[in-house]
């Protein structure tokens, strides 16, 4: 559903929407899909390097085609770093500048990477867009907190990416945590339009399964992922196995479970010195992210299943799945044992999978995956 910012009426749910959201989340497809393991699907390798400039790469890079060539780009602390593809090696860098008339301030984790430049949301007060030379263009306020939101958390990286395309960007708000002030709110999803500086709502109700997960940091937020080309919000709840899409101001549900059945567990309270605080069981099942791939037409979402023995909450010590969809949703199989629950990126030749660094500290190593085999003639 969208809204102008001059409306903010509430949507109510039938019994008969109710009733279809049942029936989606617990439905279960009875017949049996592919199930391909992570290594049988990789093509090929790619290797960057890290140096003194760069602590660090990002495991979902930015696949652009220019004049110069085609280049990956990388986004971090300020630091612009473009990559030659498919070749790896360095091909040009930039350095922002934190303050001043061409500052982007210090939430520059927060970032879309397009072809007309960077987007960097500033202290969730304002937004910037900076050209690939290191200048500000132009900056635009975002929306101010509605009473019943409380704050705002525009959340951008990894799992709900800004959205660019025809002069409009789409930012996500997601709450920390679910709790009972805000099952109810709705303005979830912002459209902001960069001509007119006019914005609105994309929004929705989050399904009354979350009540049961009040308070829990990992139970409670939604990702999502805006198809710019079918006009489509895709939003994926921690909790419910189908996926709910926005489409021509109607709401429907799709089915996007795994094979497995998961057990979702809810945290607790644990007292913490002269405090009380809420630890999340990181052994619960939760899906973690959407995103779609535009060059092999597929929606990925990765669900957490469980911990490995013996392991921590590192990002290496989760068993994940990846459900695979077609671009109308239909369920074409699975991918299993994963080696992390980063999100990776798309480019024509396939679907990059972050992999870490081996032996070699300064070599950060990416797996390539071709999804051919889920996709059947």
Request: charged letters at 25%; glycine letters at 6%.
């Amino acid at each position: 559903m969208i809204k102008t910012k001059k409306s903010f009426s509430i949507l109510n749910f039938g019994l008969g929407a109710i009733l279809i959201i049942f029936l989606a989340c617990s439905d279960k497809k009875s017949q049996v899909l592919t199930t391909e393991s992570f290594e049988n699907l990789i093509q090929d390798t790619l290797i960057l390097s890290k140096d003194l400039n760069t602590a660090a790469i990002s495991p979902s890079l930015a696949y652009f085609e220019t004049d110069s060539g085609r280049f990956l780009l990388d986004f971090r602390k300020l630091h612009l770093v473009g990559y030659r593809y498919p070749e790896g090696d360095k091909g040009f860098e930039k350095f922002y500048q934190r303050e001043g008339p061409d500052g982007l301030g210090d939430t520059d984790y927060k970032r879309a990477l397009t072809k007309d430049g960077i987007f960097v949301i500033d202290a969730d007060r304002k937004i910037h867009q900076a050209n690939f030379e290191g200048k500000v263009i132009q900056s635009w306020n975002l929306p101010s907190t509605p009473t019943d939101r409380l704050y705002s958390n525009y959340t951008v990286f990894p799992n709900n990416p800004i959205t660019y395309y025809e002069n409009e960007i789409i930012i996500s708000d997601v709450p920390y945590v679910m709790n009972e002030k805000l099952i109810g709110y709705e303005d979830w999803l912002v459209r902001l339009n960069l001509n007119s500086e006019e914005w609105e709502y994309i929004s929705f109700e989050y399904p009354e399964k979350l009540r049961e997960f009040y308070e829990d940091p990992n139970l409670g937020p939604y990702s999502h992922y805006y198809n710019s080309k079918s006009n489509q919000a895709i939003i994926s709840f921690p909790v419910v196995d189908s996926l709910m899409i926005l489409e021509n101001n109607q709401t429907r549900w799709i089915d996007a479970s795994p094979q497995e059945s998961l057990i979702f567990k809810k945290g607790k309270t644990v007292p913490s010195g002269e405090y009380t605080i809420f630890q999340p069981d990181h052994s619960s099942a939760r899906y973690t992210w959407i995103t779609f791939d535009p060059f092999q037409k597929v929606y990925l979402r990765q669900v957490i299943t469980g911990l490995k023995e013996n392991e921590s909450n590192s990002n290496q010590s989760y068993i994940s799945r990846i459900i695979v969809l077609d671009e109308d949703f239909k369920k074409l199989g699975e991918i299993e044992n994963l080696p992390n629950t980063y999100q990776g990126f798309p480019t024509p030749d396939g679907y990059y999978f972050y992999l870490g660094s081996g032996k070699v500290e300064e070599k950060v190593k990416f797996a390539r995956v071709n999804f051919s085999s889920f996709l059947k003639p």
